[in-house]
């Protein structure tokens, strides 16, 4: 995809030098990357992964009640994983070692995507390109949906607040694996030897998720299971995202705008929530830090909170949006409400 280019606005360097003596002073005595803090949090998260992975099918004397609860657990440590371990690992922020950056980046592959998907589509397509119609995929889902006021609207639309969080989300982790990944990597024109690796990872994703259940229980309670671990997947994975750009104090904007790009475009289009809830910032892997992470993707989300602190200064101090929900539930009313008048106007 070509990349967009924009006219710079003063502010953008005003703000990047303002900021720079800040970074210099949180960093003057460790590295950007993650933290032994961070490395316990990826050996906790595989940990119960792999415990659960054997565990619950394993294990048919479970009540019905405890199995759909561990196959939710199951779910939320699989987004746990991409937010904390392959979404640094993939921006190379991890670890200062790239080879075990790039080793743990295949978590993803593990899970049923695909790392080099997800860096063209996240690093690339919607990193520089953030809430821009027609180039950030995240915000294009389709005839489903209208999330940017450019894009056409339907009689559907209308209830779209409806069923995107109901239906689409919880299946959307599904859809991932085994219909955008190829057409994603249709799209990057792909060579043979990739789709076979492609094809290889979600072998083992499926051997990993039915295979090995197959050989303890049933067809139906393997498939049961699954649909729920997927489902809780997708969901989360949704929300978290979708919480951090498409909602209300958020802007959309397109290409033919003059807009700014990197530093006020970024903080224009992206938005905070709930970043004083530190159990929730430790499993979403800072992705309620969205501000601080698009501006600075190369440093690992562990140092975020720092930042924040410093860039909530210069921002009061250049008279930049402070875009921020106080609790989750705040920010998930104004994602829910956004699509509401999106569908309506």
């Known amino acids: 995809m070509e990349t967009v280019k924009f006219k710079r606005d003063p502010l953008s360097f005003e703000f990047k030098q303002m900021m720079k003596p800040c970074l210099e002073k949180i960093f003057e005595n460790k590295s950007k990357t993650g933290t032994v803090a961070l490395h316990r949090k990826a050996i906790i998260l595989l940990g119960l992964f792999f415990l659960l992975l054997v565990y619950l099918p394993t294990n048919s004397s479970l009540p019905v009640s405890v199995e759909i609860i561990g196959c939710i657990l199951l779910g939320l440590v699989v987004a746990g994983i991409g937010f904390n371990i392959m979404h640094d690992a993939v921006h190379r922020s991890f670890s200062k070692n790239d080879t075990l950056n790039y080793i743990l980046g295949y978590t993803l592959n593990m899970l049923g995507g695909d790392w080099r998907i997800w860096k063209q ?92 259940p197959l050989f303890f229980r049933s067809l139906s309670e393997v498939a049961i299971g699954y649909a729920i671990v997927l489902a809780v997947t997708g969901t989360v994975t949704s929300f978290v995202f979708q919480l951090a ?90 994602h829910i409400h956004y699509l509401k008048v999106m569908g309506k106007q």
């Open 121 to 212: 589509q996240h690093n690339a397509d919607h990193h520089m390109h953030t809430n821009i119609a027609g180039h950030d995929g995240d915000i294009d889902l389709g005839k489903v949906a209208r999330i940017h006021p450019n894009q056409k609207k339907r009689w559907i639309h209308k209830y779209q607040y409806i069923y995107l969080p109901l239906f689409l989300y919880p299946i959307s982790y599904f859809a991932w694996i085994y219909f955008l990944d190829f057409q994603k990597a249709q799209r990057m024109r792909w060579k043979r030897i990739d789709y076979l690796t492609l094809i290889f990872s979600k072998c083992v994703h499926i051997s990993l998720f039915v295979v090995f």
């Open 245 to 334: 750009h498409v909602v209300e104090i958020t802007k959309m904007v397109t290409a033919t705008e003059k807009v700014t790009y990197d530093e006020i475009h970024q903080l224009i289009t992206t938005a905070n929530f709930a970043t004083s809830n530190k159990f929730l910032s430790w499993y979403v892997g800072g992705l309620n830090f969205q501000r601080e992470h698009h501006l600075y993707y190369k440093i690992s989300h562990v140092h975020y909170p720092e930042i924040n602190e410093e860039m909530k200064k210069v921002c009061d101090e250049l008279h930049l949006p402070q875009n921020e929900y106080p609790t989750l539930i705040s920010a998930i009313k104004s």
